[in-house]
C-alpha cells in the first residue's frame, strides 16, 4: 500500500518563478492537506482539497494555490517566489473529517524548496 | 483559536532512562491531540492520538502520552529511551470546524536527543 508521495523532491528557483509541487495521497484518502516548514519551525498549514474544492485555507497569500483531481491528486503553486518561501513543503492525505472518524494526517516526504 | 506551546527546545536523556517531551494546548473545544516524529530530511510520521477516552494513550515505538484537561498538557512519555529515538517531535492539535475540516496546528518542535 503505497503510503503519500510528493515531487519533486528538492528543487532550485530564483526570485520571481513559479513553481508547482505534486502530491498522491494515500490510498483510499480523500483529503490532501498542503503545509510550509520553514527551517527550524513546525509545519504551518497552508490550505486543504476535498472534492476537488479548497475547504480551508491558513494565512497564506493568493501566490499560494492549489488544486485536486478527480484521482484525489494534489498539486501546489506558488507564483512571484520570495526568498522567505524556501521551505520543506509538506502534503498530508486522510480521510474526510467526519463524526466519529479521528482524521489523523499522513505525510509525505516533502518537496525541498530551495528560492535563490 | 487554537495554539500549542512546546517550551523545550531539546531535551537529552541517557538511553534507558525514561523521557518527557512537554506540551500544552489552547483550544475552545475539546481538543483532539496528536504526537508526531520527524527524522532528518524526512516527512512527518504519526505516533499517537488522543480523542477521547482514557488519559493515558498508548502508541507507536513504545511511545505513550498523558492528557490533563485541568493542566491542559500532553506531555509524550517512554519509560526507556533508545538512541534511535532521537528525533525532532511535534505536538499538534486539531481545529474543530462545524462541517468538516482537519486542519492540524503544530507547535514548534522539540528535539530529543538520546546518549548512550
Known amino acids: 500500500d503505497a503510503g503519500v508521495t510528493q515531487s519533486p523532491t528538492h528543487l532550485i528557483k530564483t526570485r520571481g518563478q513559479q513553481v508547482t509541487l505534486r502530491c498522491s495521497p494515500k490510498?483510499?484518502?480523500?483529503?490532501v492537506s498542503w503545509y510550509q516548514q520553514a527551517l527550524g519551525q513546525g509545519p504551518q498549514f497552508i490550505f486543504q482539497?476535498?472534492?476537488?474544492?479548497?475547504?480551508q485555507r491558513g494565512n497564506f497569500p493568493d501566490r499560494f494555490s492549489g488544486h485536486q483531481f478527480p484521482n484525489y491528486s494534489s498539486e501546489l503553486n506558488v507564483n512571484a517566489l520570495l526568498l522567505g518561501d524556501s521551505a520543506l513543503y509538506l502534503c498530508?492525505?486522510?480521510?474526510?473529517?467526519?463524526?466519529?472518524?479521528?482524521?489523523?494526517?499522513?505525510f509525505g516526504e516533502g518537496s525541498r524548496l530551495t528560492v535563490l | 483559536a487554537q495554539s500549542v506551546a512546546q517550551p523545550e527546545d531539546q531535551v537529552n536523556v541517557a538511553e534507558g532512562n525514561p523521557l518527557t517531551v512537554k506540551c500544552t494546548y489552547s483550544?475552545?473545544?475539546?481538543?483532539?491531540l496528536f504526537w508526531y516524529v520527524q527524522y532528518p530530511n524526512r516527512g512527518l510520521q504519526f505516533l499517537l492520538k488522543?480523542?477521547?477516552?482514557?488519559?493515558l494513550v498508548k502508541g507507536s515505538y513504545g511511545f505513550e502520552a498523558e492528557f490533563n484537561k485541568s493542566q491542559t498538557s500532553f506531555h509524550l512519555k517512554k519509560p526507556s529511551a533508545l538512541v534511535s529515538d532521537s528525533a525532532l517531535y511535534f505536538c499538534?492539535?486539531?481545529?474543530?470546524?462545524?462541517?468538516?475540516?482537519?486542519?492540524?496546528?503544530f507547535g514548534t518542535g522539540t528535539q530529543l536527543k538520546v546518549e548512550l
Open positions: 490510498s483510499g484518502h480523500d483529503t
Open positions: 482539497y476535498y472534492e476537488e474544492e479548497e475547504r
Open positions: 499538534a492539535v486539531r481545529d474543530i470546524l462545524t462541517g468538516g475540516g482537519n486542519k492540524l496546528t
Open positions: 498530508a492525505s486522510s480521510l474526510e473529517w467526519l463524526a466519529g472518524r479521528t482524521g489523523e494526517l499522513f
Open positions: 488522543y480523542i477521547t477516552g482514557d488519559n
Open positions: 483550544v475552545s473545544g475539546n481538543p483532539y
